[in-house]
């Protein structure tokens, strides 16, 4: 679905065919994210290697984003025109990433661009569950947006209400409504409003933050290009999961068959101290004892390496809890007893 829907907002000829800049704009904006990590990305995409903006390659930016919304028929309120991007930035030859997400984030920003921070936000209120009926449909709940009538008393509207002009009562359209992203019980509202009257609420800081003016590294994707068709489709398989068995991962269980543990049993080939702590300090620390002794009642089963698993879990007990000298005298007699 998301293909067949790109394909038909940027490629309205019938070409087959949609040009990377492109697929670039509208997966960077329609992801979940920050907006301001999303427009920074953006600009290094639009800037030259001095940091400043390319305006050609900004018009091409709101060309692509722009056909977003004209592809859910918002074209004629959000739609590309000549004065789009002379409503962002005036006639500056030199906008560094600072200017431009001063520009496009500013609250109200620019006019075509209304509904970029509306999109960010339903991605993060979507699951915000509200537990107030909506006085247009009646619900007792609903998540999403809540909307809230500045003039009358209590009066609330769920998302789908609000947007399609839904109202009841004596309420009416041109009254104040302010939105909101989250909800808070009567009691903390109380509180909160006690604290601010006693200025124990912090200011929130709501500018955008700054940046170094210094461009940034763009991403080199060139080794995915390069590769052929089969090993980028091996690259996007997604990782197959690891079998779990009694609560634990078996590639994280110490078999009988790791090399560390047949070097230690056979005695043909003993290994290094600092190699063995180096290979037991690769495990999980949480797991680490409980795995020693899944494996140490698996040796004890076999009266030949009873003594053997003894003496190992003793040199781990040494390594991670009692003397860390290699050269002492007790430690290189039990290292060339192993």
């Given at each position: 679905?998301?293909l067949?829907?790109?394909?038909?907002?940027?490629?309205?000829?019938?070409?087959?065919?949609?040009?990377?800049?492109?697929?670039?704009?509208?997966?960077?904006?329609?992801?979940?994210?920050?907006?301001?990590?999303?427009?920074r990305y953006?600009?290094?995409?639009?800037?030259?290697?001095?940091?400043?903006?390319?305006?050609?390659?900004?018009?091409?930016?709101?060309?692509?984003?722009?056909?977003?919304?004209?592809?859910?028929?918002e074209?004629?309120?959000?739609g590309?025109?000549?004065?789009?991007?002379?409503?962002?930035?005036?006639?500056?030859?030199?906008?560094?990433?600072?200017?431009?997400?001063?520009?496009?984030?500013?609250?109200?920003?620019?006019?075509?661009?209304?509904?970029?921070?509306?999109?960010?936000?339903?991605?993060?209120?979507?699951?915000?569950?509200?537990?107030?009926?909506?006085?247009?449909?009646h619900?007792?709940?609903?998540?999403?947006?809540?909307?809230?009538?500045?003039?009358?008393?209590?009066?609330?509207?769920?998302?789908?209400?609000?947007?399609?002009?839904?109202?009841?009562?004596?309420?009416?359209?041109?009254?104040?409504?302010?939105?909101?992203?989250?909800?808070?019980?009567?009691?903390k509202?109380?509180?909160?409003?006690?604290?601010?009257?006693?200025?124990?609420?912090?200011?929130?800081?709501?500018?955008?933050?700054?940046?170094?003016?210094?461009?940034?590294?763009?991403l080199?994707?060139?080794?995915?290009?390069?590769?052929?068709?089969?090993?980028?489709?091996?690259?996007?398989?997604?990782?197959?999961?690891?079998?779990?068995?009694?609560?634990?991962?078996?590639?994280?269980?110490v078999?009988?068959?790791?090399?560390?543990?047949?070097?230690?049993?056979?005695?043909?080939?003993?290994?290094?101290?600092?190699?063995?702590?180096?290979?037991?300090?690769?495990?999980?620390?949480?797991?680490?004892?409980?795995?020693?002794?899944?494996?140490a009642?698996?040796?004890?089963?076999?009266?030949?390496?009873?003594?053997?698993?003894?003496?190992?879990?003793?040199?781990?007990?040494?390594?991670?809890?009692?003397?860390?000298?290699?050269?002492?005298?007790?430690?290189?007699?039990?290292?060339?007893?192993?």
């Amino acid at each position: 679905m998301l293909l067949n829907w790109l394909v038909g907002a940027f490629d309205s000829v019938g070409r087959g065919k949609i040009k990377v800049f492109s697929l670039k704009v509208a997966l960077s904006h329609m992801c979940a994210g920050k907006l301001v990590d999303k427009l920074r990305y953006v600009f290094t995409q639009i800037s030259d290697s001095s940091g400043c903006l390319i305006r050609s390659r900004f018009i091409d930016y709101l060309k692509d984003l722009l056909a977003l919304p004209t592809a859910v028929f918002e074209g004629p309120s959000f739609g590309y025109n000549d004065t789009a991007c002379r409503s962002c930035f005036d006639n500056r030859t030199q906008i560094n990433v600072n200017d431009f997400l001063n520009a496009l984030m500013a609250d109200p920003g620019p006019q075509c661009l209304m509904w970029l921070p509306i999109l960010n936000k339903m991605a993060h209120v979507e699951n915000v569950f509200h537990p107030v009926q909506c006085e247009g449909c009646h619900r007792e709940s609903f998540m999403g947006f809540r909307y809230k009538c500045q003039r009358c008393y209590n009066y609330q509207l769920c998302q789908d209400c609000f947007w399609r002009g839904r109202t009841s009562g004596n309420h009416g359209n041109d009254h104040e409504m302010k939105e909101y992203t989250t909800y808070k019980s009567p009691a903390k509202q109380i509180g909160h409003a006690l604290k601010k009257s006693l200025k124990c609420v912090p200011k929130s800081n709501a500018h955008v933050p700054q940046f170094p003016n210094t461009p940034e590294k763009k991403l080199d994707l060139s080794y995915i290009i390069n590769l052929p068709f089969e090993e980028i489709l091996e690259l996007l398989k997604p990782p197959t999961p690891v079998p779990v068995r009694n609560g634990y991962h078996e590639s994280s269980i110490v078999t009988s068959q790791s090399p560390d543990v047949l070097s230690i049993d056979s005695g043909n080939s003993p290994q290094s101290p600092s190699k063995l702590t180096e290979s037991l300090n690769s495990m999980c620390i949480d797991d680490e004892h409980r795995l020693i002794a899944r494996y140490a009642a698996r040796l004890a089963a076999d009266t030949k390496d009873a003594v053997s698993t003894i003496m190992m879990l003793t040199f781990i007990s040494l390594t991670k809890f009692g003397s860390r000298d290699s050269n002492s005298t007790f430690n290189q007699d039990f290292i060339r007893h192993l």
